[in-house]
């Protein structure tokens, strides 16, 4: 049963042990963050913040901040399970006779809920400000003590292409300025930077429709952090994930969409051409991403639930939050890259490597220099692009034990042969790159080299101890009384 919006999770949280109410006054400003930060890393629960200071509305973060929260979200009991949903749908084939096509009914009609329904109206509009109103009434976070100011950090940022009229819906932070101000973090490579873009050349729209959700049910909030290709509806995936079409309103002020169960909606305008300091925030690569010059977002009317709950999250030195997020994309989107490589056995993100600094693949090698293949393929691959420091191992190795790809990679290389360095596009967040958006990335080819690859030495075997040894020192173990 899809959750009908973010209270029936909070519900589900709850009911599940995985929810603390916190009903003592805490501040937005630094202490919320410490509190999170603690939780996330003793495996705790999420936090309901009741009676934030300075504010009447409560925050919920680390909703989705260990694998059994991301599992209560998706309503799985292994995000694996999403994954395997993937594959049947890519391996499907036409039916073959009448039996064949009975067969496919149930998955058509699934496929229908996929698609997201226009609704005249629903609970994000129970409120409607158009000209009084103010985000310091929301309990936005000051996340770290450097940062610029309040950042919205879990926002759904939805735009609209130019070319082609097609909705995105992205997670973009959005430091608070003033009261109706806000800015825009869209990274360049990101769709809603490729729409203002549109727009900057077409020159005539002066200003872009801009429509914030915040809150909403858990697969159509996650929807926003996944590296979907350019116009595939965000909204059309969170159906496929809650088995149920996402209900769309529109917005009061801007010819946008949005979900009705959303808990609090920001419609507005990003002014082309219009940009402003933002940052510096402190970021999920654990340190503080400078601050840089982004489009601003101007807000035209906020509507919202009665009460409305503020969703949040921090990120910073790992893991945070944001590395469950992660993680379960990993998982769910492992079937679409094999799709593309079906060499690919295995894919890990680990926590230390924030995403982009470092991806672990074991492939089935068939062929000299597969695994460089691999490389570039994955560096030519959605957001995989930003990888800075990819290892291919061979498919015997276990890419969920970095422990192990470490001890036999470092073994297989000879740096100078097996290193592979390119220049393109890397993170915006990268803080290391010779410049901002642009520098190199590492590629090591940890296989099993081969005489075809020019490697004409034997090879060595990983040391094993025998079954027969093994089971008789299993017995001899307890004799010597160890
Ligand atoms: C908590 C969180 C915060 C994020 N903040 C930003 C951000 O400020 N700017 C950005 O470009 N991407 C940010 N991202 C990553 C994007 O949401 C992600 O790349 C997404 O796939 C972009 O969607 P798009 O391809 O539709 O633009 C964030 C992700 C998470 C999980
Ligand atoms: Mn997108």
Redesign the pocket.
Known sequence: MAYNDLREFIKALEKNGELKRITIPVDPKLEITEFADRAVKQGGPALLFENPKGSKFPVLINAFASMKKMQIALEVDNVQLIADRISEYLQMQMPQGLLGKLRMLPKLAEMGSFFPKMVDSGPCKEVILKDKFSLYDFPVLTCWPDDGGPFI??PMVFTRNPDTGKR??????MQVYDERTTGM???T??????HYRRRLKEGKDARMPVAVAIGSDPPTMYS?????P?DLD?MMIAGFLRGKPVEMVKCETCDLEVPANSEIVLEGYVEIGETRREGPFGD?TGFYSLDDDYPVFHITCITHRKNPIYAT?I?GPPPM??FY??KAIERIFLPLMRMQLPEVRDICMPAEGIFHNLLLVSIRKSYPLHARKVMHAIWGLG?AMFSKCIVVVDEDVNVQDVSEVAWKALNNIDPERDIQFVMGPVD?LDHASRMPNLGSKMGIDATRKWPSEGFTRPWPEVIRMSPEVKSRVDQLWKQAGL
């Open positions: 950090t879990l995105n819906c992205g997670m973009y932070r973090h869209w990274q490579h990101k769709q809603g930077a490729e926003a952090i996944l590296p979907l350019p965000e999920h999250t990120v939050e944001d997020m992660g957001q915006s």
